[in-house]
């Protein structure tokens, strides 16, 4: 099974930006979608983008609505990596991001469940 690691978090002020990477080893070829995740403080694990790896509609992005025109995600089918640049950080997205690798569906594209592999996350901490 792929391992993924993230990397890139850190404390931020607001209104300031930061690029979170993950990066797989082993093959990915076996997965349709790699994503991105967070977590707050006594909260619940929320999508926040996804991106398809592979197929027809390979390099197409979703978006959580609360960064949407914030977040990009983007991917290097030949690393193995997706990235996530934020910007106009606000400090409800503090948080531990993970990323994520399975075969979501379009509907579960944004939910947990649509995947299968998990890094250990980053913290990113937005704070003046």
């Known amino acids: 099974q792929v391992q993924l690691v993230e990397t890139g978090g850190g404390l931020v002020q607001p209104r300031g930006s930061l690029r979170l990477t993950c990066s797989a080893s082993?093959?990915?070829?076996?997965?349709?979608?790699m994503a991105w995740f967070r977590q707050g403080p006594g909260q619940e694990r929320e999508f926040v983008a996804a991106?398809?790896?592979?197929?027809?509609?390979?390099?197409?992005?979703y978006y959580a609505d609360s960064v949407k025109g914030r977040a990009s995600i983007s991917r290097d089918r030949a690393k193995g990596t997706i990235y996530l640049k934020m910007n106009n950080l606000k400090l409800e997205d503090t948080g531990v991001y993970y990323c994520?690798?399975?075969?979501?569906?379009?509907?579960?594209?944004?939910?947990?469940?649509?995947?299968?592999?998990w890094g250990q996350g980053t913290q990113v901490t937005v704070s003046p």
């Open positions: 994520a690798a399975g075969r979501p569906i379009t509907s579960s594209l944004a939910t947990v469940r649509g995947y299968t592999s």
């Open positions: 991106i398809r790896w592979s197929g027809g509609s390979a390099g197409n992005t």
């Open positions: 082993g093959s990915t070829s076996g997965y349709h979608g």
